[in-house]
């Protein structure tokens, strides 16, 4: 027998209760999203471009216009496609799921005067109902709202939702987001390329009913369901047409903003979209998102009033800005790292991997580089994130414990095991080691940070590391194509379980930038995706983060993320995720 367990209306919300770990009360600049600064190949384009973002007038009919800066040029504009949270919340505003996040009316669980935190709620769906079967899957019956838009006009339908959804999944596609919906009933077969796309388990039953059958009960399936990958797209515009995202005529979305205007690596400008369902709430008739990236032209922006909000900083300033309480702080769910190719030459070798992340003095780099409040990182999964009894109990970096000391008195044996490791390794102090490059996009903060870890790896163990920086959208291809030795890194919860963590090193993964591979690994995130039992789910998320870290030290981890942002005093109603979502539809002018 089947069995009924959900309906939730439109009325009805689900709270989503998540925090950052990071208790104390300042914090840093977001990462895998948009942090950069100076340093373009050509200066002069450069100004010219920092000049035409700055001064572009932004006003359109109506009398509240809003300007904030996310990151320079994206790397994409396709919901599906994008991998960074700044596209992702461009996307939240141009595109909208089944679930959405909507203010809460609390403030985030964070640190020095934070933003309202967001609840999860219907979006594009009225109601929709949860069903466990016999076998061990579970069916979600969605019923779409009445008279919801495309940007166009047209109705958005349950088929653009399985269109889309099959797109995601199709390996033609390429998405790096294609596993977030591996929960769904015969995805691992379309993506292996053994099975049809039409043979996932998504189907709309007429336009208004949508059906999605789970091989098992997912516990973070409502987020994913608001999460941007899982956005519709229209086929009649997508289909043949490489270039959709680049024009506002064919940058068709059913969110509350609409694309108008894009002026490459200088801004993109939206309006609210007189087709969305909501359209008599949202406050600013335009939000202009300006494509800098230098973070002194930032703030110089926003104290002149050409900026209404920053989440990017000159290190130089930042102590200061904190102190003055003009900065404020939220909580993020997010791990700043550096990434081995672990298929370099040199690299191959966890040994070299191992030496390198224990010479980190990492409460250096929070205390004197970056000096935000961040949290130095004992592992890889970073606080804030459920274990096996959710919100209630120990987080599942709590559960998890130390990979490696962050004490002061530790660190110089820290250096003295990672010199033997070296050794062992057969470059004792460094001798015979070839010189190496680390690789970060261009920020000044990530600069600063990349000049500290050169050092120590200098001082400590006597070999040659050479910087190299690029432009964000090149960095994110460079490293997704794996050409680099170490990279600069950083991850950002996507729904608040360890599996955002851990199962993008998965072999063969869209966002496995380490080129990792090791099917023990492998076969832990198989079994914690074959059970929805979660002291089953977290031991075996646990045994992967010992093998990530603990053995094969993949990844050197540095610092928990904090969020610090700057917004006009006179606007009021923006809300956040400790996913790194900012919301400005609903903001209002005081």
């Given amino acids: ?82 991998s960074s949270v700044d596209g992702g919340i461009m996307a939240l505003h141009l595109f909208e799921g089944l679930m959405k996040w909507e203010d809460s009316g609390e403030v985030a669980n964070g640190t020095d005067g934070t933003a309202d935190s967001g609840k999860l709620v219907p979006g594009q769906a009225e109601s929709y109902e949860k069903t466990e079967n016999d076998d061990g899957t579970v069916t979600y019956t969605f019923k779409l709202r009445d008279g919801i838009k495309w940007s166009d006009g047209k109705d958005v339908t349950a088929g653009d939702f399985e269109y889309s959804w099959k797109r995601l999944a199709d390996p033609a596609t390429a998405a790096d987001y294609c596993y977030m919906i591996d929960m769904v009933q015969g995805y691992a077969e379309v993506a292996d390329g053994s099975a049809d796309k039409d043979t996932l388990g998504i189907k709309a039953i007429d336009d208004k009913n949508l059906e999605i059958t789970l091989s098992y009960d997912c516990p973070y399936f409502e987020e994913i369901m608001a999460f941007p990958a899982t956005f519709p797209v229209r086929q009649d515009i997508v289909e043949g047409n490489e270039e959709w995202t680049y024009s506002p005529e064919t940058y068709i979305g059913n969110g509350a903003y609409k694309m108008v205007e894009w002026s490459h690596n200088a801004y993109i400008l939206t309006e609210k979209s007189e087709t969305y369902y909501d359209y008599e709430k949202l406050g600013p008739d335009t939000i202009k998102y300006t494509l800098l990236d230098d973070n002194n032209a930032m703030l110089a922006a926003f104290n002149s009033g050409e900026l209404n909000f920053i989440m990017n900083f000159p290190t130089d300033e930042m102590a200061n800005y904190l102190a003055s309480g003009q900065i404020t702080v939220a909580p993020y769910i997010g791990t700043y790292y550096v990434c081995f190719n672990t298929e370099d030459e040199v690299f191959s070798n966890p040994l070299v991997r191992q030496a390198f992340s224990l010479v980190i003095d990492r409460n250096y780099i929070v205390e004197n580089v970056s000096q935000s409040g961040e949290v130095p990182a004992t592992g890889y999964v970073p606080s804030g994130v459920y274990d096996a009894e959710g919100a209630n109990g120990d987080d599942f970096r709590t559960v998890g414990g130390e990979y490696y000391s ?185």
């Fill in 1 to 82: 027998m089947k069995k009924k367990v959900l309906s939730i209306l439109l009325a009805a919300t689900f709270t989503v209760s998540m925090f950052a770990g990071c208790g104390n009360s300042n914090t840093t600049a977001k990462d895998d999203s948009a942090a950069k600064t100076e340093d373009t190949a050509d200066d002069a384009a450069e100004e010219e471009t920092k000049d035409d973002a700055a001064t572009e007038d932004t006003a359109s009919d109506g009398d509240f216009n809003i300007t904030v800066n996310l990151a320079s040029e994206p790397m994409t504009m396709d919901p599906a496609l994008n």
């Fill in 406 to 590: 962050v004490s002061a008195d530790d660190y110089q044996a820290n250096c003295d095991k990672a010199r033997e490791l070296l050794a062992e390794a057969g470059y004792p102090n460094g001798e015979g080691f070839p010189a190496v490059e680390y690789m970060y996009n261009t920020d000044d903060r990530h600069k600063a940070i990349a000049e500290a870890l050169q050092n120590m790896w200098q001082t400590e163990l006597g070999v040659t590391v050479n910087l190299s920086n690029q432009d964000w959208n090149v960095f994110l291809k460079s490293r997704k194509d794996g050409d680099f030795q170490i990279a600069r890194n950083g991850w950002i919860a996507d729904y608040n379980d360890p599996c955002s963590f851990l199962d993008m090193w998965y072999t063969g993964g869209g966002n496995n930038d380490a080129q990792y591979s090791n099917p023990e690994y492998d076969a832990l995130i198989d079994a914690a995706k074959a059970t929805s039992d979660q002291t089953e789910r977290m031991a075996a998320f646990h045994k992967a983060e010992d093998l990530l870290i603990g053995q094969d030290s993949v990844l050197a981890p540095i610092y928990f993320y904090t969020n610090p942002y700057m917004l006009s005093d006179n606007i009021s109603g923006m809300y956040y995720t400790p996913l790194g979502y900012f919301f400005f539809g609903y903001t209002q002018q005081n």
